[in-house]
């Protein structure tokens, strides 16, 4: 059964998507163009940006590509002022930027360390704080959504740095939403579990790999990045108007599991997600 779409206009909100070239940022910046949003695709890797803009481009409105280093904050000010100058002013913040890097724990070096925590957390951080001055100035509220996981809550030993960025990230969210609040600026997160995104599409034709993923979702499939974009899409429109400083867990169930369950051959299929 085809899923159905989440009815939201956003015909006059601009939005800016951190990490929007591919996977779980692209498939959100999607969602807010479907609806009718403006759209900066921010990301590190300004090619597959502007490719993607470039498809995504509409009468209605606008995608543009911007390269960006969210780790650095002269980077990030120049993001926000070229979406106000080109686009008039930010009502929606997607902050999903991250990067993963994967070693033993006595092996990691400090700058594999250091580098993960500037782009997941730092970058979160100031990708926030200066929307959110831009928000405030502009004095009609706005939606900051930032990109958490399931392993900010639970652990992998070999990805020890991306673990402490994204329980940072849960922290940092309620922080912000708490500062923000009384702005009319909601902040929430979305901790995604297995999403079919390029690092997973890697071992994706392993049957042993996939069976480890596997047993540990009850809903017994990996998640599409499309599935995250309506979590987001949802979270910065006037329907969630009353949800501040939450963190939703889009994991098939995964944190609720304390063992493991049966793997399906093939596994069940996700469900269609809305078209433009």
């Known amino acids: ?42 990301d590190a890797d300004l090619e597959t940006a502007s490719k993607a803009a470039m498809e995504m481009n509409t009468q209605q409105n606008k995608v543009l590509a911007f390269a960006c280093d969210v780790s650095s904050t002269a980077e990030v000010e120049k993001l ?44 979160v951080f100031l990708t926030g704080q200066h929307a959110a001055r831009q928000m405030v100035k502009q004095g009609r509220g706005g939606a900051i959504i930032n990109m958490g996981s399931v392993n900010g ?70 998640g599409e990045p499309e599935e995250v974009g309506e979590i987001a899409a949802f979270l910065a429109s006037d329907s969630a108007s009353y949800i501040v400083g939450e963190t939703i867990y889009a994991d098939g169930g995964r944190l609720a599991l304390n063992y493991t369950v049966p793997v399906q051959n093939p596994p069940p299929k996700p469900p269609a997600m809305p078209q433009p």
């Open 153 to 222: 809550v639970t652990a992998i030993p070999t990805i020890a740095g991306y673990n402490a960025s994204k329980g940072g990230v849960h922290n940092l969210t309620r922080s912000m939403a708490l500062a923000l609040a009384p702005h009319g600026i909601r902040v929430n997160a979305i901790a995604p579990g297995s999403i079919m995104t390029d690092v997973l599409r890697k071992v994706a034709d392993n049957p042993e790999e996939m069976n480890k993923v596997l047993s540990r979702v009850p809903l017994g499939r990996v």
């Open 80 to 123: 926000v002022q070229f979406t106000v100058e080109k686009l008039g002013g930010v009502d929606i913040v997607i902050s999903n930027a991250g990067i993963v890097r994967a070693a033993p724990f006595l092996e990691m070096t400090e700058k594999d360390f250091d580098d993960v925590i500037n782009v997941n957390l730092k970058g």
């Open 1 to 42: 059964m085809a899923a159905v779409p989440f009815s939201v206009s956003f015909a006059s909100k601009v939005a800016i998507v951190t990490g929007g070239a591919r996977g779980i940022g692209l498939a959100c910046a999607r969602a807010l163009c479907n609806r009718g949003a403006s759209v900066v695709l921010a």
